[in-house]
């Protein structure tokens, strides 16, 4: 039990920013990535929302193990669940699991399609093909599209059921990036490529947030926005017009604090203090997920901002307020470390030297979600 320091999800912020994804993309379908539990927000209370309460019907896991917990938790609920890269299909339980539980595997390479095509339990699951149209990680290479071609050919296969890529760099701006280009042309050229051997393609799909948020293949039938609903924008070197908000919060409160003068020292390895002010004790440390590489972010508390300085404990930060009165900060007082402002979880990244992805998702499970409507 926790009472003050917790990840507070704000479902409704989620509604509000699938209603703003829906703007940028009216026709599209969505399939909603949900991997890493569900980017650190929590996967099954994530999915059963959104299911039931914006409709949508589709989700990306990356691994096996997400997906079978996912149908476990929401067993009567008929979405579908696609796992897009640790697919384990090698493995007894796990390829029992995709038929019993109706879990859809992305395939993307011949291995598991061999496995898929020849084992008669798979006869009807929907053929779900990834290809790699340059950003070499998972998926078909160019060179083998004609000898996939006849692969499904020989197994008299004349639909695929979903044909997608991804996109190695769509967080910058396609003005100075020729790769989001070159991989849409070679995946227009392999929809052709099916087509003309009378392989029927349903559904295709290419683009994730940075991609969606500059307008990058919305004619595909489906969109795979991951980050964008969770709040922040993804682009690197650009503005971007996406006004999302963050759907958590990471609420803490002040555990003690302290005047500090010029040259004294604080903390772990005795750290000096460059000016006058106040130090707050926060609770939350390396142990929550507030990574050693917090340093340097700011916080603030009641219009004044503070710096996160010295060593990070595992259960502690230090915020120096510098010039400030002792008497303005309340023992027991909340802070956020971020709110919903979709600049703070920027920001923390931008200091920590990292991006809004493993914000989220490193918070620990120390730190208790709470889900409010
Ligand atoms: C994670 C992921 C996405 C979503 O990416 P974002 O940048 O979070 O929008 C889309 N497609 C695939 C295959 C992914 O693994």
Redesign the pocket.
């Known amino acids: 039990m926790r009472n003050q320091t917790q990840f507070i999800v704000e479902l409704s912020k989620l509604a509000g920013n699938y209603s703003k994804l829906k703007k940028l993309t009216p026709k599209n379908e969505t399939?909603f990535?949900v991997?890493a539990n569900a980017?650190g927000h929590g996967l099954v209370e994530i999915v059963d929302f959104a299911y039931k309460n914006l409709g949508i019907r589709e989700f990306?896991v990356?691994s096996i193990g997400e997906a079978i917990t996912l149908r476990k938790a929401l067993i009567k609920e008929p979405f579908e669940i696609y796992v897009?890269?640790d697919l384990e299909l090698g493995i007894k339980k796990c390829e029992e699991a995709y038929t019993d539980f109706r879990i859809i595997p992305?395939i993307a390479n011949f291995l598991d399609l061999e496995l898929v095509l020849n084992n008669k339990n798979f006869k009807f699951m929907p053929l779900f093909l990834?290809l790699n149209t340059g950003m070499n990680r998972l998926g078909f290479a160019q060179k083998d599209w004609q000898k996939l071609i006849q692969k499904l050919q020989e197994k008299n296969i004349k639909e695929i059921y979903h044909l997608?890529t991804?996109f190695s760099s769509?967080?910058y701006p396609v003005s100075e990036n020729k790769k989001i280009e070159e991989q849409l042309a070679a995946f227009n050229n392999a929809k052709k490529l099916f087509r003309d051997n009378q392989i029927n393609i349903k559904y295709s799909?290419v683009?994730?947030?940075?991609a969606?948020e500059q307008g990058i293949g919305l004619a595909e039938t489906h969109v795979?926005?991951?980050?964008?609903?969770?709040g922040p924008s993804?682009l690197e070197r650009t503005k971007s017009s996406w006004s999302g908000e963050s759907i958590s919060r990471l609420s803490t409160y002040i555990l003690d604090k302290f005047e500090i003068k010029k040259g004294e020292s604080f903390g772990y390895a005795d750290t000096k203090i460059d000016q006058d002010g106040v130090m707050l004790i926060l609770p939350v440390g390396y142990g929550d997920g507030v990574t050693r590489n917090y340093r340097g972010v700011k916080i603030s508390y009641k219009n004044q901002i503070g710096e996160v300085v010295g060593r990070i404990n595992m259960d502690m930060i230090y915020l120096f307020f510098k010039e400030a009165k002792l008497e303005s900060f309340k023992i027991g007082d909340a802070i956020l470390v971020w709110g919903h402002d979709q600049k703070d979880v920027i920001s923390i990244a931008d200091i920590a030297g990292t991006i809004t992805?493993e914000i989220f998702c490193q918070i620990s499970l120390r730190v208790p979600k709470i889900y409010k409507i």
């Open positions: 399939i990535m991997k980017y990306g990356a897009f890269s992305v990834k997608c991804h769509s967080f799909s683009a994730n947030s940075g969606i795979r926005p991951g980050i964008m609903l969770y993804c992805y």
